[in-house]
């Protein structure tokens, strides 16, 4: 019936690849050819990813990019040069550039500002061919990192961090999970809560240090609330904690953390800017 949720099937997780219009694979491979002869750092993320470390195969319209925010400029005028449309999306985190009805997204962070790609996420990529490409792909830690804050409720991620967990097979470095999660460490531990529920037997692929010192965190964190804590919905999802926003007249702390990460995207274009003029 019209407008029924459960009238369209969903899709199911599964390793087998499905088929691929030639024009999505002729635009992937010439985004990635293209990136890696103008030798402007990247890793690829998403689908792609996800099918390295777990084995899933995930059928997509889009290839998903990280980058950092100065090296997203400069992909953007490469793939430009090439003849493809591009737009900055959303300049807290988001570029896009396409072909036909297919595109490419340049992501340099979380859309909430909080989390955003450093030059140590390219580095520690790891090595991988995708359309016959030689590029990298982003290592566990930061891809799990990348989908903690998708938990909106028409997209949760949830399910993609429990499948790389239970696939890295305990070969996951939990202290650099913790460095770039940093003080958002409570969505890590509800993202590992839901991997224990899910893996039973593999809770040891969470070292029982990791478990007891976000635990140990958690329970202090419980018994000594800080009465000016602030109302941090609208960081999960903008939409479905509105009103806590617009009607209960809770602080705004999404509007906060973009307009600061906007500031310093352009404290940073100027002093690069100011550096280039003076080597000039």
């Known amino acids: 019936m019209p407008g029924d949720l459960h009238s369209e099937e969903l899709p199911k997780t ?3 690849p499905s088929e691929e219009p030639e024009v999505r694979v002729e635009l992937f491979h010439d985004v990635l050819q293209l990136l890696e002869n103008s030798r402007i750092p990247y890793a690829v993320s998403g689908a792609f ?8 195969c995930r059928y997509t319209k889009d290839l998903d990019l990280f980058l ?17 449309e591009c737009e900055v ?12 009805e297919y595109f490419v997204d ?4 979380m859309s909430n500002g909080l989390i955003t790609v450093q030059d140590s996420w390219i580095q520690r990529a790891r090595p991988a061919v995708i359309y016959e490409v030689e590029t990298r792909v982003l290592a566990p830690e930061e891809l799990v990192a990348s989908k903690i804050f998708v938990a909106k409720r028409e997209r ?3 399910a993609d961090i429990a499948h790389v967990i239970y696939g890295t ?3 996951f470095d939990w202290e650099r999970e913790l460095e770039i999660v940093g003080p958002h460490w409570e969505m890590l531990l509800w993202a590992l809560m839901l991997f224990r529920y899910v893996y039973p037997a593999q809770s040891h692929y969470v070292p029982s240090e990791i478990w007891c010192e976000l635990l140990t965190r958690f329970t202090r964190e419980v018994k000594n609330p800080n009465p000016e804590g602030l109302f941090r919905g609208s960081l999960i999802d903008e939409n479905m904690f509105a009103i806590d926003v617009d009607e209960w007249e809770l602080p705004n ?4 953390t973009r307009r600061m990460r906007l500031e310093w995207i352009g404290r940073d274009r100027a002093t690069r800017a100011k550096a280039r003029r003076k080597s000039a």
């Open 253 to 256: 702390l999404l509007e906060e």
């Open 156 to 158: 949760f991620d949830g």
């Open 14 to 16: 599964s390793s087998r």
């Open 68 to 84: 950092t925010a100065e090296k997203s400029a400069a992909a953007l005028c490469c793939l430009r040069a090439a003849g493809m």
């Open 169 to 171: 097979y305990g070969d």
């Open 49 to 56: 990813s996800l099918r390295q470390h777990t084995g899933i």
């Open 106 to 109: 340049l992501i340099t962070g």
């Open 89 to 100: 999306t959303d300049p807290v985190w988001l570029s896009k550039a396409w072909r036909d």
